[in-house]
């Protein structure tokens, strides 16, 4: 079973590798296949001329998305912090590729307690240009920033695509875990635009990990920025399969339950600040927080007075709800796991007890509801009988026909009912009574026998649900 699996892995790589191959040489060969298509002409040709323009559109997405280029000593040089203790740290993710991480440490009081705030930027530069930004997070904040480059960008390795951004995160991610310098209970993320994505992903995938998230003028999903930037064209109704990246923020952060703070700056002209608030309504978060900067835009929002207090209230109300103090006080009023499990037990054995005694009472129901139907039939049988005896002679004698002699009567007596007041006038009296008796107890009893089956249905719902 390993070894076919093994198998078909191995020829499933290659045949993305041969498809690969063979839509990069559609693409260098689109021009030679438009001249031979114009003096030949073909089916083949034309399939062939609109699969490398496919190949060419799909892979300029890179081109539209990722900036590592800008300016262009991006990828030459990497501004560093000086006059401050900061270390310049390489890393490698899963598939091998070089990361460039940059730590910049808080040296103040508590600073072994000091939160760590990894900082993904947004989809142009490195992360010196960030310096500016996190030498004030620093000061304000009192915290430790680690920044981050993706592949392709600054002196990282690799080229930047969707998948690589998620596990050059996923890398630092683990890498910070094995800090023993940092306080891996106050871990927070940070991203602006491109990095927010970043951000929201790792934190759906790393909930356990995380203590809060920061996203700031970030998106909803690619999909979502391209039938806003090019609303000219029908790109809503495009599948998300011909998306090379996509993004899909909005679907990820039902995920992110932990505290959540979105800053959105209205004057961005890059991504429409309803994005923001969307994102903030579908946070399923109970401590979410949205700070909105009337002069924001998409870069510079950070700028904004008030923004470093906005931030680091989030972080004291995040930092507080994780004191050991508050976690006792939380724990005290949570039942141990022991607790717990003992009232489950007993609770089980109370839902079969119940539903057990419920079985009981309904059987015993049916069958007294089925001798009282029997009773009843019996009852009912007798009183028509005497009520057939009450009957005058006269009424149960056959009459006599037109033209017929009439029946000679004469020394024989005629039968009269009894006068009122004597026995079978009390005998049907009773009986009446009785039957009306038994169909009160009957359905009574038939009462009884639905209350009883729906304690039943109640009791093992419950046994099942627990």
Known sequence: ME????????????????????????????????????????????????????????????????????????????????????????IRTKDGIRLNLILIRYTGDNSPYSPTIIYFHGNAGNIGHRLPNALLMLVNLKVNLLLVDYRGYGKSEGEASEEGLYLDSEAVLDYVMTRPDLDKTK?????????????????????HRISAIMVENTFLSIPHMASTLF?????????????????????????????????????????????????YELSPSRTKRL???PDGTHNDTWQCQGYF??????????????????????????????????????????????????????????????????????????????HAEKLPARARAPKAGLGEAPAVTAGLKIFEPPAPGEGNSSQSSRNKRAIQGAEETDQLLLKRTALSSCIFVVAIYFFKRH
Not at 189 to 201: D, K, P
Not at 325 to 342: L, Y
């Open 3 to 90: 070894k076919s699996w093994m198998l078909w892995n191995f020829v499933e790589r290659w045949l993305i590798a041969l498809a690969s191959w063979s839509w990069a040489l559609c693409r260098i060969s689109l021009l030679p296949l438009i001249v031979t298509f114009h003096l030949y002409g073909g089916i083949i040709l034309l399939l062939l001329i609109f699969i490398s323009i496919a190949g060419i559109l799909y892979k300029f997405q890179d081109v539209l998305l990722y900036f590592p280029e800008q300016p262009s000593s991006s990828r030459l040089y990497v501004p560093m912090p000086t006059g401050i203790p900061h270390e310049n740290i390489f």
């Open 187 to 207: 871990i927070f993320l940070f991203g602006r635009s491109l990095g927010g994505a970043v951000a929201i992903h790792l934190a759906s995938e790393n909930s």
């Open 231 to 279: 609303s000219f064209f029908p790109m809503r109704y495009l599948p998300l399969w011909c998306y090379k990246n996509k993004f899909l923020s909005y679907r990820k952060i039902s995920q992110c339950r932990m505290p959540s703070l979105f800053i959105s700056g209205l004057s961005d002209q890059l991504i429409p600040p309803v994005m923001m608030k969307q994102l």
């Open 291 to 293: 700070a909105i900067f």
């Open 309 to 386: 207090t906005a931030l680091e209230q989030f972080i004291k109300e995040v930092v507080k709800s994780h004191s050991p103090e508050e976690m006792a006080k939380t724990s005290s009023n949570k039942e141990s796991p022991s607790v717990r499990s003992s009232r489950d037990g007993k609770l089980l054995a109370a839902a079969l007890l119940l539903a057990l005694l419920s079985c009981c009472l309904t059987v015993v129901s049916f069958y007294q509801v089925a001798a009282l139907q029997g009773d009843l039939a019996s009852l009912r049988a007798e009183l028509q009988g005497h």
